[in-house]
């Protein structure tokens, strides 16, 4: 298997990933509005936002570009995404989460 990468940018301050799945008729603006409402986190600072289908063979990312939002997608025609399940213990490297 070649591994294949998504990545808009070389340097991104932060990724979170979104651990529920999302319905995906859900748009930039929509994926925003979860961002600042469940997570509490403002949308509007660079920071790179993954989502995924319940399937997890779909994925989203939403992040803030200059002036609009970026709207990434990809989706898997026969696998899945690896996903972390709500249960599992939080990772990262911002100072909040060591």
């Known amino acids: 298997m070649r591994h294949r ?14 651990r529920a799945p999302v319905d995906f ?3 930039a603006q929509g994926l925003a509005v979860l961002v600042e409402q469940e997570l509490g986190h403002n949308p509007f600072t660079g920071a790179l936002y993954a989502f995924t289908n319940k399937h ?9 570009g200059d002036n609009d ?8 025609a026969e696998e899945k995404f690896k996903w972390p399940k709500a249960s599992d213990e939080l990772m990262g490297n911002h100072p909040s989460d060591l």
Do not use: A, D, G, T
């Open 56 to 64: 997890r063979n779909k994925i989203k990312c939403l992040m803030w």
């Open 69 to 76: 939002f970026v709207l990434y997608y990809k989706s898997l």
């Open 25 to 27: 008729r859900k748009q």
């Open 5 to 18: 990468y998504l990545r808009p940018s070389l340097s991104l301050p932060e990724i979170y990933l979104y």
